[in-house]
């Protein structure tokens, strides 16, 4: 767990981290009852030590898995990954507000801006595997991108502020949105 320690470490933003909270094993076990996961060794480390934090700046996923042709982006930047604290990243709150939304094999781990999310494996075999949901995909929405929560975490790289480009920045914005902005825009003229 030195590895994952020393990658955490490096990518949590502890200048906006205001909780120090060392969850318990039974706090941890209790979490799993609730919600009827079996958590990987990796994962369970991360809630023990860490969770409900936001990500530095310029840090980005890269997935480790390449995703198809459809999904144009090759990094993503995350908002925060989910913990036990109750605040506006716990991860039973996130659980029970999109339980309806994601395939019932998934559950939510961290955020993208923009509403889409990483999600982790409940059984079978996506079992402990991420993957990102993108919720304004039609059909088939949720996409392998690593294989476990370490290599997740493993496949956050630093990037530079002259490479955020048009190109790699992708805004996720609903139609309605969208339209709604394009016609202000248009009356602005």
């Not at 320690?5 to 200048?15: A, S």
């Not at 930047?77 to 994601?102: A, H, P, Q, V, W």
Request: proline share 3%; hydrophobic share 35%; with cysteine.
């Amino acid at each position: 767990m030195e590895k994952l320690k020393k990658k955490l470490e490096e990518i949590i933003d502890f200048d906006i981290k205001d909780i120090d909270t060392l969850w318990s094993e039974a706090d941890i076990n209790s979490f799993e009852e609730r919600n009827d996961l079996k958590l990987p060794q990796d994962y369970l480390f991360y809630l023990k030590y860490y969770g409900n934090d936001y990500i530095k700046e310029y840090y980005r996923f890269i997935p480790q898995i390449k995703l198809p042709k459809i999904i144009k982006q090759t990094q993503f930047e995350i908002d925060s990954i989910y913990g036990l604290n109750n605040d506006e990243n716990g991860l039973d709150d996130k659980i029970n507000c999109y339980r309806d939304i994601l395939p019932v094999d998934l559950f939510p781990i961290a955020d993208l801006p923009g509403g889409d999310l990483i999600c982790m494996g409940k059984q079978g075999d996506k079992h402990n595997k991420i993957y990102i949901w993108f919720h304004e995909i039609n059909g088939r929405n949720d996409f392998l991108v690593c294989n476990s929560f370490g290599e997740f975490i493993e496949s956050f790289k630093k990037i530079n502020e002259e490479n955020i480009t048009q190109s790699n920045v992708k805004l996720n914005l609903s139609d309605k949105l969208n339209d709604f902005l394009n016609n202000a825009s248009k009356n602005m003229k």
